[in-house]
């Protein structure tokens, strides 16, 4: 009876992990240049310039015209989103804050945060 309850148990459990993987949940997603350009350029926008979150949850890139694109992770996924003004941006020593995103940027920081400057003029 027990090996019985052990196995059904046991069953049990490998199917939600199976569903899980299956439908892509949990993990550890980090982004990479190659990504950060291909989500940029499915949403229209021509990369000339990228930097990379340290931790790699998050990228910022910049297209020739000024324009930026923050792209963060959302679950086991990435999104990218078109940064309209940067009022809400805050540089703290090598981290870059917009809104409620932080990105450790590392000496790369201060030069972004002037870039979205530019942006807000």
């Known amino acids: 009876m027990n090996w019985l309850l052990f196995a059904g148990s046991l069953t049990g ?3 939600l992990a199976g569903i899980a993987r299956w439908l892509d949940l949990g993990g550890d997603a980090r ?3 190659d990504e950060a350009v291909r989500l940029a350029e499915e949403q229209g926008f021509s990369v000339i310039d990228i930097v990379l979150d340290r931790a790699g949850l998050a990228a910022l890139v910049r297209n020739e015209a000024n324009g930026f694109m923050l792209i963060r992770r ?4 990435f999104v990218a989103h078109h940064v ?6 805050r540089l ?3 981290f870059l804050s ?8 590392g000496d790369q920081a201060g030069i972004w ?7 807000a003029t």
């Open 31 to 33: 982004i990479d240049r």
């Open 13 to 15: 459990v490998l199917a």
């Open 92 to 94: 703290d020593h090598r």
């Open 98 to 105: 917009l809104g409620k995103i932080t990105l450790d940027l």
């Open 84 to 89: 309209r003004n940067a009022e809400n941006a």
């Open 74 to 77: 959302h679950g086991a996924h």
């Open 113 to 119: 945060a002037a870039k979205l400057r530019r942006l």
